[in-house]
């Protein structure tokens, strides 16, 4: 498999002006000929879908949600990062993107990620004439915050629902031009694959959620905008709902999947409560610009927090991190508490726990400043817990939280099948090993309005407009091959529920595949796997039937995939013999148990082919070519 | 704890429902309420029994699936908490609890707790949105928008659109939701050139949708989970009054619902 990053040539900042002065226009007479399927409708994909619209194509999309406003961004908390430098503390372009690819610990490519920082300030104009009523200062104008990772105050941000308030923005948008028939929505509609015709995606196969008809749609491009993978660890901050099938179903037609190794663990997170627990909740990093992170320094001590004086507390991070203290990077923090919890020293019931405490910044600020700033993290904290954060510190502990990995796209958002592109979460291309708090927003909002508007362009006027007919042999097949696997899974009549084999899958998952990695863990976590995935092929119950409401059902599809790409995941892991970012090798650290790169042997993208069911994938090599940074170790300390 | 369930099943929109009634025992008070609900449909699976269908999504209180009608109140005893955040501390030993949908004329059931709340989008496509074209937004520190304008815009754009003020009411109106987006986009200068169009055209898909009218009862603000206030229904209705004083060419508006 040929993996061309279609990166222009030429210095790093003129990329991106000069595709754009070179490239090619679809005239607006032929637009509204050519059909645009977007899946999802997150930030990516509502921001897509909105623009193509307004642009003259005929925009189809897609989702799974009852309703555009309620995929996975909505719960966004923290805020997106854009170099408007309006804190005058020395943000650039430049600097946004050397945080970028430093805190990915320099495993993405570099015009991508340049591109993402170039764009970055036009995202919050837009939003600003969107309506978005991001923080403001008395003078009325835009107030940042700083995010882990990066020592300016760049992250705009909407109290603590920042998410919420962009996706809002974007799905307004994208209400606009449904009114005005220019993209026709489907909701309560799953993608269950990708048509492939002539070596060209040419549409999608759907299950209508609430009647369970399977249909086919052709278009002349895909978008796939389907967010993350998160949940194939079970327990997760994603959505419920979040999967990988749209992706997955993509790769077993044909496009590469990049990194799926590449995983975030999130510092911040709520402790696990018990045997039901159906989700994690994250808590903003932004609380940790004035929490401290801390455990006791003796292993047992069981003290209620404020008897124990500051002598006997081990702000760990600020210990060991002391330029950037409680804002290292996520990697970096999860795994200091991780390594506290292991060493006895963690707190709460279970000892997986670390304090975050407020005490200090609210004797300094006051508890009104504390409160306006967090207020309702505060209450979501303890509407869970039951503990009052004002009085008794936080406990949290790392959880799983965004994947950096996903379906290879070049430079042109485009994945190894011509016609399919890949935006937002679900592709590799801009985090690289570890994604930057407040950069994920970001990036949803560059693919979607301002990159994939351009770069879709350059495919479309290659193809002919209304080539593809749903009554082709392409269409008919993926479409029996859909109905066949429906029909297989309601058919295996067993006795254990999805839930149990994904909770079983999660575990595994997390346990050999999370924090930290190591090859005989990897290799038995591989086993394992085939093994329940065996089961789950033998021995998975579904009530109900297939044309009808039947969540049951979903999740099966959804859970199915999961295993398989557990599978991939664990080899990614395992030949990436190094440790970067968010993958952690337990055999590759230096003596102080920090990560160590190898860019010698490791300086690339893994991009798996599919081979076939059963046959191992093969593992592609994208190089990464530093033209502009110095490859450095990376170092917050 | 060990609690009894009374739960609406329906197999879709034209079947007739009726409640169900579950033991469930071994529940913990630190579970939340669908942990709750999934520990029921995993034992009612066991027992060759279809789960009870339900909307949930982010469990965080912010994407608005989650919809029950919790003994009698949309989203359960506590004030300001979507379903998904309500947990089983709320609730003891030996307890009896009547889970139903969001019903309303303009929210069609789908499925036991399932309904379809379109009706909603239908709205905000009405005029719920600023035009502004990808790519022709000025700078956006131009124009400052004072801080107490910028936060109620705020508190009231933190809808999310879950229906549990439609479910609430006595009349099915939709007014708070409507109103919630109304006044976000009247406290921020962007919204002011579309501010007239906007307010009729939303409250007339408002009307079209079957929702009822708004008789000012106030109890779509006591569980709204957002906490959404009345001072945005005064604002709504202002700002109708003066569209349609400003604008009599558009005089059918006049017959309009707004509360
Ligand atoms: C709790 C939490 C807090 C976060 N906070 C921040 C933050 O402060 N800042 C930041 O930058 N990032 C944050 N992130 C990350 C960020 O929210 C996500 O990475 C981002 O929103 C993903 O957007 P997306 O558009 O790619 O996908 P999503 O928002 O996940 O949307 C996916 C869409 O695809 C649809 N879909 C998926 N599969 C199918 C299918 N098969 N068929 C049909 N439709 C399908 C869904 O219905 C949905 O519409 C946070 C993440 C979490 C979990
Ligand atoms: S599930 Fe998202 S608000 Fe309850």
Redesign the pocket.
């Known amino acids: 498999m040929k993996l061309d990053s279609k990166a222009p040539v030429g210095p790093l900042e003129e990329k991106w002006t000069s595709y754009k002065r070179d490239m090619k226009l679809v005239s607006p007479a032929n637009k509204r000929k050519y059909k645009i399927i977007v899946?999802?409708?997150?930030?990516?994909?509502?921001a897509a879908a909105a623009t193509l619209g307004e642009l003259g194509y005929q925009v189809f999309a897609?989702?799974?949600?009852d309703s555009?406003r309620?995929?996975?961004?909505?719960?966004?908390?923290?805020?997106?990062?854009a170099s408007k430098n309006y804190q005058n503390d020395g943000d650039s372009v430049y600097r946004l993107f050397y945080d970028t690819i430093k805190g990915g610990d320099f495993r993405a490519r570099e015009a991508n990620v340049y591109r993402l920082a170039e764009v970055s300030n036009s995202i919050i104009d837009q939003c600003v004439a969107q309506g978005v009523p991001f923080a403001r200062d008395y003078g009325g104008l835009l107030t940042n915050r700083s995010f882990g990772g990066a020592q300016v105050s760049r992250t705009f941000?909407a109290r603590g629902q920042?998410?919420q308030q962009l996706?809002l923005g974007a799905y307004s948008a994208l209400s606009k031009v449904v009114a005005s028939g220019a993209v026709k929505l489907i909701t309560r509609?799953?993608?269950?694959d990708v048509v492939v015709d002539e070596g060209h995606c040419k549409g999608i196969v759907?299950r209508n959620l609430v009647s369970g008809k399977i249909e086919t749609f052709a278009a002349d491009a895909v978008l796939?905008?389907?967010?993350?993978y998160?949940n194939v660890f079970y327990l997760?901050?994603?959505?419920k709902?979040?999967?990988v099938?749209?992706a997955w179903?993509a790769y077993k037609r044909g496009a590469a999947f990049a990194n799926p190794c590449y995983t975030q663990i999130?510092p911040t997170c709520i402790p696990v409560h018990g045997e039901y627990q159906s989700k994690l909740?994250?808590m903003?990093?932004?609380l940790r610009n004035d929490g401290r992170v801390w455990v006791p320094k003796t292993a047992g001590d069981k003290r209620n927090p404020s008897e124990i004086p500051d002598g006997e507390r081990d702000y760990f991070l600020e210990r060991k991190y002391p330029s950037f203290g409680n804002l290292a990077p996520r990697d970096i923090s999860s795994r200091s508490a991780k390594e506290a919890c292991d060493a006895g020293l963690g707190v709460g019931p279970g000892g997986l726990g670390v304090y975050l405490d407020f005490r200090d910044s609210m004797n300094r600020l006051g508890r009104d400043t504390i409160s306006s700033r967090y207020d309702n993290l505060f209450q979501m904290y303890e509407r869970i817990t039951g503990e009052n954060p004002y009085d008794v510190p936080m406990r949290i502990y790392p959880a799983v939280?965004?994947t950096m990995g996903g379906l290879w796209v070049d430079y042109n958002l485009e994945t190894t099948i011509p016609g399919l592109f890949c935006?937002?979460?679900?592709n590799f291309s801009d985090h690289g090993a570890n994604?930057l708090?407040?950069?994920?927003?970001?990036?949803?909002l560059a693919d979607?309005y301002f990159v994939i508007p351009n770069t879709l362009a350059q495919y479309l006027v290659k193809v002919k407009p209304g080539a593809a007919k749903t009554d082709s042999p392409a269409f008919k097949g993926a479409l029996e091959d859909v109905n066949a696997s429906v029909r297989r899974l309601l058919s295996i009549n067993g006795k254990r529920t999805v839930d149990s084999f994904h909770r079983e899958l999660g575990k595994i998952v997390w346990d050999k595949c999370g924090m930290a990695r190591n090859a005989s863990g990897l290799k038995f976590a591989i086993e394992q796997i085939a093994s329940m995935k065996e089961e789950f092929q033998s021995n998975l119950r579904i009530l109900g039937t297939a044309d009808d409401f039947n969540t049951s059902l979903e999740k099966a599809g959804r859970v199915a995939d999961f295993f398989e790409l557990a599978d991939l995941m664990c080899r990614d892991a395992l030949t990436r013999e190094e440790s970067c970012g968010g993958h952690f090798r337990e055999e590759h650290q230096t003596a102080d148990g920090e990560a160590k790169r190898d860019d010698e042997d490791f300086c690339h993208v893994a991009a798996w082919e599919y081979q076939g069911p059963d046959k191992t994938p093969v593992r592609n090599v994208e190089p990464l070519a530093f033209e502009t940074v110095h490859l450095a170790t990376r170092s917050y300390k | 704890m060990k609690l009894k369930l009374h739960v609406w099943r329906q197999s879709g929109p034209h079947a007739k429902g009726h409640i169900e009634e579950h033991l469930l025992d071994n529940v913990s008070p630190h579970s939340s309420f669908l942990e709750m609900m999934d520990q029921l449909n995993e034992e009612l699976q066991s027992k060759g029994k279809e789960p009870v269908a339900f909307d949930s999504d982010?469990r965080?209180g912010i994407c608005g699936s989650c919809s029950m009608v919790i003994n009698g109140r949309p989203h359960g005893p506590w004030k300001g908490t979507t379903t998904c955040q309500l947990h089983m501390r709320a609730f003891k030993d030996g307890d009896e609890i009547w889970i139903e949908p969001f019903r309303a004329k303009a929210f069609p059931v789908v499925k036991d707790l399932v309904v379809d709340r379109g009706a909603f989008d239908r709205i905000v496509q009405a005029g719920g949105y600023i035009t502004v074209r990808t790519g022709s937004a000025p700078e956006a520190n131009l124009t400052p928008i004072p801080k107490s304008d910028a936060d109620t815009a705020f508190d009231a754009a933190a809808c999310i659109g879950c229906g549990a003020c439609v479910a609430v009411c006595k009349n099915a109106s939709a007014t708070l939701f409507l109103s919630a987006k109304v006044s976000h986009l009247a406290h921020v200068p962007q919204g002011e050139p579309e501010r007239m169009k906007r307010v009729k055209s939303m409250v007339a898909q408002m009307d079209a949708e079957t929702f009822g009218a708004c008789t000012n009862t106030g109890d779509c603000t006591q569980v709204c989970p957002k906490e959404i206030g009345q001072n945005h229904i005064n604002t709504l209705n202002r700002e109708y009054l003066r569209a349609i004083s400003f604008d009599n060419s558009n005089a059918s508006a006049n017959t309009g619902s707004a509360g």
């Open positions: 899946v999802g409708t997150g930030l990516a994909g509502a897609f989702t799974f949600h555009a309620r995929a996975h961004s909505i719960a966004a908390q923290g805020g997106i990062n941000y920042t998410g996706l509609s799953e993608m269950l759907t796939l905008c389907t967010g993350g998160g997760s901050t994603n959505a709902n979040s999967n099938t749209a179903r999130h909740t994250l903003s990093e932004s939280h965004y935006l937002g979460e679900a994604r708090g407040a950069s994920a927003l970001m990036q949803g979607g | 982010c965080e």
